[in-house]
């Protein structure tokens, strides 16, 4: 989207919001700068460095996900970036997604990676909401304003937690599940019922699943388990539940499993009320 005031909408419009982070940032700085990376490179590559190569992230991103798009507002953050785009860009997104995650895996698996590089892992956050755009003279430049892009940050932000790569909110999976169910690339999976840091209304957090990701077959076979894990934690069977969480941990490799079979002591001590429905308050962001 262009930075011309007339460009803009006036009004609040639905938008989907899109937030993908580059993980363990603070490390791959330290290693850079204690010369990890440039000691191994190729002298003519002497001048591989953290700034460097948070471009080519960036740039990476940028073109894969096609943010250079007119309706598409974009800013980065950090070693993070924000899209909002239209409404009926749903498709779209995915597809931009896709692109961006078979990327990634093409660079992990390609020759350095570990050693005169560092390997990439990235989160996303993906949720729907009113968006408008004010313009600050302090900067000259429109900002995307609305309760939704607070939210795309904070489940970006959890996404690591739960073991997963593309979290979404029901918001952003009722607009998406058609286009889901018909291609066989894609999968989701409920994950979790959770009142997000500083927030004051509840959503359910799905984990969007991609055949490019190796754990794609792990994952989904996983879900009558987990399904059958999370009907007994509501039911506040605590132990049946933390059985099965831990089984899903150990058997399928998922930290998912080990998270919310920790989470079932913790209530197990508390004793919610009778009228709890399985929404837990995350203190993450």
């Given at each position: 989207?262009?930075?011309?005031?007339?460009?803009?909408?006036?009004?609040?419009?639905?938008?989907?919001?899109?937030?993908?982070?580059?993980?363990?940032?603070?490390?791959?700085?330290?290693?850079?700068?204690?010369?990890?990376?440039?000691?191994?490179?190729?002298?003519?590559?002497?001048?591989?460095?953290?700034?460097?190569?948070?471009?080519?992230?960036?740039?990476?991103?940028?073109?894969?996900?096609?943010?250079?798009?007119?309706?598409?507002?974009?800013?980065?953050?950090?070693?993070?970036?924000?899209?909002?785009?239209?409404?009926?860009?749903?498709?779209?997104?995915?597809?931009?997604?896709?692109?961006?995650?078979?990327?990634?895996?093409?660079?992990?698996?390609?020759?350095?990676?570990d050693v005169a590089k560092p390997r990439i892992?990235?989160?996303?956050?993906?949720?729907?909401?009113?968006?408008?755009?004010?313009?600050?003279?302090?900067?000259?430049?429109?900002?995307?304003?609305?309760?939704?892009?607070?939210?795309?940050?904070?489940?970006?932000?959890?996404?690591?937690?739960?073991?997963?790569?593309?979290?979404?909110?029901?918001?952003?999976?009722?607009?998406?599940?058609?286009?889901?169910?018909?291609?066989?690339?894609?999968?989701?999976?409920?994950?979790?019922?959770?009142?997000?840091?500083?927030?004051?209304?509840?959503?359910?957090?799905?984990?969007?699943?991609?055949?490019?990701?190796?754990?794609?077959?792990?994952?989904?076979?996983?879900?009558?388990?987990?399904?059958?894990?999370?009907?007994?934690?509501?039911?506040?069977?605590?132990?049946?539940?933390?059985?099965?969480?831990?089984?899903?941990?150990?058997?399928?490799?998922?930290?998912?499993?080990?998270?919310?079979?920790?989470?079932?002591?913790?209530?197990?001590?508390?004793?919610?009320?009778?009228?709890?429905?399985?929404?837990?308050?995350?203190?993450?962001?």
């Open positions: 989207m262009s930075q011309n005031k007339s460009s803009f909408p006036k009004e609040k419009s639905n938008r989907i919001v899109l937030f993908v982070d580059l993980r363990d940032s603070t490390e791959i700085l330290m290693n850079f700068e204690q010369g990890m990376y440039q000691k191994k490179e190729r002298q003519s590559d002497s001048g591989f460095t953290y700034e460097k190569f948070l471009l080519d992230v960036h740039e990476t991103s940028y073109k894969e996900l096609y943010l250079g798009h007119e309706n598409t507002y974009v800013e980065i953050y950090g070693d993070g970036v924000m899209g909002v785009f239209p409404e009926d860009n749903t498709k779209y997104i995915l597809e931009n997604i896709y692109r961006l995650t078979r990327r990634m895996r093409i660079y992990n698996d390609s020759p350095g990676v892992d990235i989160g996303c956050g993906l949720t729907v909401g009113k968006v408008s755009f004010v313009y600050y003279n302090l900067d000259e430049r429109h900002h995307a304003v609305g309760h939704c892009i607070h939210e795309a940050a904070r489940i970006e932000g959890v996404s690591k937690l739960y073991d997963a790569r593309i979290l979404v909110s029901d918001r952003f999976l009722d607009f998406a599940e058609g286009f889901l169910d018909s291609d066989q690339r894609f999968s989701h999976r409920f994950i979790d019922r959770v009142l997000l840091k500083g927030f004051r209304e509840p959503l359910t957090l799905f984990e969007l699943l991609l055949d490019n990701d190796p754990r794609f077959e792990i994952k989904r076979n996983s879900i009558p388990f987990y399904s059958e894990a999370y009907a007994k934690y509501c039911e506040q069977k605590w132990e049946a539940a933390k059985r099965i969480f831990y089984q899903i941990y150990h058997g399928y490799g998922l930290g998912l499993g080990a998270v919310m079979a920790r989470r079932c002591d913790i209530l197990a001590s508390r004793s919610p009320t009778s009228d709890w429905n399985g929404t837990w308050k995350l203190e993450e962001k």
